[in-house]
Each structure stands twice: as structure tokens, then as C-alpha cells.
């Protein structure tokens, strides 16, 4: 898809159709409006009609901001997609309102996203030119071009990130999301650094090793740098990248392992959002770290009872190799921390437990850690991007069921309860003293991956994650 601005007259534009966003029929002409009332048009629900005739595509919008017009654009793209047309222009203005462009063009490239790599030539997304006319806008002109560079860069990083999510595991493994940040890197002026699994043992890393170790990919810690002239503060991006979770040898049922490639979801959006710093001129230098990980089964795959020493020297008793996540993570967050000083904000990303989708449902983000401000803005900063989020509370009771008799801690709670917040518990046993506050666990087990189109997200990964950091990254300073 082709968007583009373009300041002339929309009637001198050239375009096989015209969209037009209807929210109020009285807007429209006394024929339209006798020809959408007969069929019964839905004003509510983005409703969509092409007038042949006229060659022009009615959509309809209660609301024409946010979500609501993000939602009427996408609905708009997917409909037209179907019929056979190459371009299509539209008026800024709609119904005496001037849209905002940035609402606008999430609607159109995150609903227009298909995954079609797998499917025969025939089906294939064609290329769509999208003219869209500010000749009446009140808006300066450099500001909406910048508006749509800035959403072009985040939308086509989200959908960067919901391919390589949905990319098949045996395409898919730890070398690849390697190679992945490594070209990541190359186009963004970015540092990468690839470790793998020599120095994984070398540095004390067993957690993270032991998970990766009956895979015949080798694991890869992946660190990619961002760093502006003079930063004005350090965040740091931690992801779990399993880029296949079979469960170990505490083995998934059949139907639990399908579409486990979304394993790979934390460090994928980690990825995205590292993608898009350059382009948003990013004023803090941000760190992405990545566990890429295949936990399989064989005769060299690790056990429930074994105990793991993590980085920072805890012990680990395994219990559940199915739980691998929090172990990959334990030792990523040491890592981060060795490696990276005087950190404003750690984030880390993962798809860890099944609980937080029963919990909160397949939408939603459950954000975990010590700060209860800096939890309540990373639930503002989600939900102004468009993405649900919220907190699940740790407390003192449920922190006491991850203990271990054997070991430092368990890598599964005694309690069937709570399960996304005792991962959660699990990971702050990773996080140093002077992290706690600035440290916040993200679990997007839910709406990584959902096998369901819902909105503008489609069937299968949606991204999650991208699009809540960058505007947290946005409003820090605010
Ligand atoms: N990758 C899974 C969590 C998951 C579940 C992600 C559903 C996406 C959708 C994770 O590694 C896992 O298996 N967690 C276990 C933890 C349990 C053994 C304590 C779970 O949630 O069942
Ligand atoms: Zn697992
Ligand atoms: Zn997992």
C-alpha cells in the first residue's frame, strides 16, 4: 500500500474510487441518502457499500476519532480489497470535520495486513495507491506529512512484527530472529550483538542454556543498541523470543501446542520497537535485548528437578520445563542489568502464561511490577495507542508459593492460582534493588497472537506491545 498526500482539489485527484465516511446521512446528497436508507445502511457498525455507479465507497462511522475511525478505515481497506481496484483518494475532511491522519492511516495499513507468504501466487496482496486530499486542512502542511512518515514507520513495524510471529517454527528459529535484528540493525544505524550459546555458559547464563538445549537450533541472545547523541535518559527492552514452545518435556497436549510459534511475540515486539526508534528520532537511547529459544523435547532436553543457576547466582528448581519462559527472562534481565547502567526504565515482554488470558481475556495486556505510578501510566500509555491493558497486582501471599526446598526458588508456584502474577513474582527475584521501581513486566500471552481477526488486528499475530512503548516513549517527559 501507497499513501500519499497530496494538496490539490480532490475532484482533480485521479483515482478508480472516492471513499467517502458517512456519519451523518443529512451530510449527504438528498439521493445518496434515499439510496442508503433503502438499503438499509448501518450507521454503527462501519458499514460499508460501493455505488458503482458513481464509483464511490461509502463507509460508515459513529464516531469519526480514535478508535472508532481507526476501526472505519480498516473496515473501509478490507472491503475494498475485495473488489478490483488499484487506487483510491478521499477528502481529509469528512463530514465538516478535518480526521486525523495518524488515526487514519493505523485503520488503513493495520486492517489492509495480510499474511499471505504461505498461500499460492493468486492470492497475493495487491499494491493499492491511496491519495488522500489536505487541500482544506487547517493543519500545516510539513506537520501532516511528518504525521504520516512517523505512523508509516510504527504501523509498518507492527506489521513487521506480526510476520515474524506468524512465520512457521521450522522457518523460524533462534538464527533467524538473529539474522532478523542484524538486518534491523543495519538499516537503522543500530549496534547489534549476537551471543550464542558458548557464551551463554561462559557467562553464567544455565537458565536461559538449559531451556534451548534439546533444540537443534542453537539459542541466541541478541543485543541491539540505540544511541542518540545526547540521550536524555536509558531505557532498556527485554523480550522472550521462543521461537517454538513445545512444553519440554513437560510436554504440551496437542491442542496447547498449536500456534506456539507466537512464543516468539515478547522479542518480536521487542524487535519492532527497536525498528522504529531512528525513524521517530527517539531521544533516549533504548536497549533490545532478546532470548531467541526453541524449547523442545530429546534426549539432551532438561528436567523437571533439575536446579539451574541463573546469571546472578540464584538457584532455580525446575519443575515444569513448560515453564520456560520466566527462566529464559531470568537470565536476560541479569544480563540487561550487567551489561547496561544507570537504567531510567526496564520493560520486559512476554508471552508467559496461559493464566494471564484466562485472567483478563485474550485482549489484554497484563502489566506487573513494584510501581504502582509507573504501572498505571504504562496502562495510559496502551490504551491511548489503541492496545488493552491492565495491572495485576502482586502481593505478599502469593510471593511465598514460588518458594523452593531444594533451591533458591521454583519455577512454578504451589498454588494453581494467579499463575500470570507468580510468573510475575518470579521474574522480580531477576530484577536488582535499584530496578525495582523502574522495572514492569508485561505479559501479552493474550493478544500476541489470536486466532480470531478482532478490529483492525488480523487472524493470528497482531503485534502487541509496539504500539503501547512508543507512546509510553512519547510521553515521559510529560
Ligand atoms: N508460552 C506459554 C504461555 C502461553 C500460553 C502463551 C498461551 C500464549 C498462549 C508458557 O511458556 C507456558 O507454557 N506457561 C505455562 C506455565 C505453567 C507451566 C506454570 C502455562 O501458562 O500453562
Ligand atoms: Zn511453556
Ligand atoms: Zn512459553
Known amino acids: 500500500m501507497n499513501i500519499k498526500l497530496s494538496k490539490k482539489d480532490l475532484h482533480t485527484i485521479d483515482s478508480d474510487i472516492e471513499l467517502v465516511v458517512v456519519k451523518d446521512l443529512k451530510k449527504l446528497e438528498k439521493s445518496t441518502q434515499k439510496l442508503l436508507k433503502k438499503i438499509s445502511f448501518d450507521l454503527k457498525s462501519f458499514d460499508t457499500y460501493f455505488d458503482a455507479s458513481k464509483n464511490i465507497f461509502y463507509v460508515s462511522s459513529a464516531k469519526l476519532k480514535k478508535e472508532d475511525l481507526k476501526l472505519c478505515f480498516s473496515s473501509a481497506i478490507r472491503n475494498i480489497k475485495k473488489l478490483n481496484i488499484k487506487s483510491v483518494k478521499f477528502d481529509l475532511i469528512q463530514n465538516d470535520k478535518e480526521l486525523k491522519i495518524d488515526e487514519i492511516v493505523e485503520g488503513l495499513v493495520l486492517g489492509a495486513y495480510e499474511f499471505t507468504k504461505y498461500k499460492s501466487a493468486k492470492n497475493k496482496n495487491k499494491k493499492m495507491n491511496i ?3 489536505t487541500k482544506n486542512s487547517k493543519k ?54 549476537i551471543h550464542g550459546e558458548e557464551y551463554l555458559i561462559k557467562n ?22 540505540y544511541k542518540p547523541k545526547e540521550p536524555k535518559g536509558k531505557i532498556v527492552l527485554v523480550g522472550k523470543g521462543l521461537t517454538y514452545d513445545s ?16 512464543d516468539k511475540g515478547g522479542g518480536s515486539a521487542v524487535l519492532g520497537i527497536m525498528n522504529t526508534l531512528k525513524a521517530l528520532s527517539c531521544e533516549y537511547e533504548v536497549h533490545g535485548i532478546v532470548g ?52 531510567d526504565y526496564i520493560f520486559d515482554y512476554a508471552t508467559l502464561t496461559g493464566a494471564c488470558v484466562v485472567g483478563v481475556g485474550q485482549y489484554t495486556t497484563g502489566i506487573m511490577g513494584n510501581n504502582e505510578i509507573l504501572k498505571r501510566n504504562a496502562v495510559l500509555s496502551a490504551l491511548k495507542s489503541g492496545e488493552y491493558a491492565t495491572t495485576l497486582d502482586f502481593n505478599r501471599y502469593l510471593k511465598k508459593t514460588i518458594k523452593s526446598d531444594i533451591a533458591d526458588i521454583s519455577n512454578i508456584a504451589s498454588t494453581r492460582y ?23 513486566h508485561f505479559d501479552i500471552a493474550g493478544p500476541a497472537f489470536v486466532e480470531k481477526e478482532w478490529g483492525y488486528n488480523p487472524y493470528g499475530a497482531s503485534g502487541a506491545g509496539v504500539r503501547m512503548t512508543i507512546e509510553f516513549l512519547k510521553n515521559i517527559d510529560k
Not at 494467579?418 to 521501581?437: C, H, Q, R, S
Request: charged share 25%; glycine share 8%; hydrophobic share 40%.
Open 131 to 133: 491519495t488522500i486530499s
Open 247 to 262: 512444553g519440554g518435556l513437560s510436554l504440551k497436549s496437542g491442542a496447547g501446542m498449536v500456534s506456539m510459534k507466537c
Open 140 to 193: 500545516n502542511e510539513e506537520v501532516l506529512k511528518k504525521t504520516l512518515a512517523n505512523t508509516l514507520a510504527i504501523t509498518s513495524s507492527v506489521n513487521m512484527v506480526r510476520s515474524i510471529i506468524n512465520t512457521p517454527p521450522e522457518d523460524y528459529f533462534p538464527a533467524t530472529m538473529a539474522n532478523d535484528a542484524k538486518n534491523i540493525a543495519s538499516q537503522n544505524n543500530l549496534q547489534c550483538i
Open 292 to 343: 531467541a529459544v526453541e524449547n523442545m523435547i530429546g534426549g539432551d532436553a532438561y528436567k523437571p528437578d533439575d536446579v539451574l543457576k541463573a546469571k546472578n547466582g540464584k538457584t532455580i528448581e525446575v519443575r515444569n520445563t513448560d515453564a520456560e519462559g520466566r527462566l529464559v527472562l531470568a537470565d536476560c534481565l541479569c544480563y540487561a542489568q550487567d551489561e547496561i547502567k544507570d537504567i
Open 418 to 440: 494467579g499463575g500470570a502474577i507468580t510468573a510475575g513474582l518470579f521474574l522480580d527475584n531477576f530484577v536488582e534493588k535499584e530496578n525495582k521501581e523502574k522495572w514492569i
Open 204 to 225: 553464567g547464563m544455565n537458565a536461559m542454556f538449559n531451556v534451548g538445549r534439546a533444540s537443534r537450533h542453537e539459542s541466541q541472545l541478541i543485543h541491539l543498541s
